[in-house]
């Protein structure tokens, strides 16, 4: 089993940063592709950013190009989420993700979310 940890959330001011971490046990991250993902309140769960195992390729939802974005460490376990100029669009609990495919990244291994809070 993989578990994931994320952190780095709060309530921060339209135009802040904030970065997201998820910190992987159970397995090694350096074969799986890492999402980011987002659920506003009433809202279904929705595709941020992902990074392939070696890092590189990324892919990132067309509302936050250019400001977010995602990094990984896999000797540390750990996947980043730089996200700059905030916006309270982006209001939102975030969870990692752990898929086994690029693209598309069929994820099967979730963590519990942090919640981001973007106020005007």
């Known amino acids: 089993q993989m578990q994931l940890v994320e952190s780095g959330g709060g309530l921060v001011q339209a135009g802040d940063s904030l970065r997201l971490s998820c910190v992987v046990s159970g397995r090694t991250i350096y074969t799986y592709t890492m999402g980011w993902f987002r659920q506003a309140p009433g809202e279904e769960r929705k595709f941020v950013s992902a990074?392939?195992?070696?890092?590189?390729?990324?892919d990132y939802t067309d509302s936050v190009k250019g400001r977010f974005t995602i990094s990984r460490d896999n000797a540390e376990n750990t996947v980043y989420l730089q996200m700059n100029r905030l916006k309270p669009e982006d209001t939102a609990v975030y969870y990692c993700?752990?898929?086994?495919?690029?693209?598309?990244?069929?994820?099967?291994?979730w963590g519990r979310g942090t919640q981001v809070t973007v106020s005007s």
């Open positions: 993700a752990a898929g086994n495919s690029w693209p598309g990244g069929n994820y099967e291994f």
């Open positions: 990074i392939k195992w070696g890092g590189d390729s990324t």
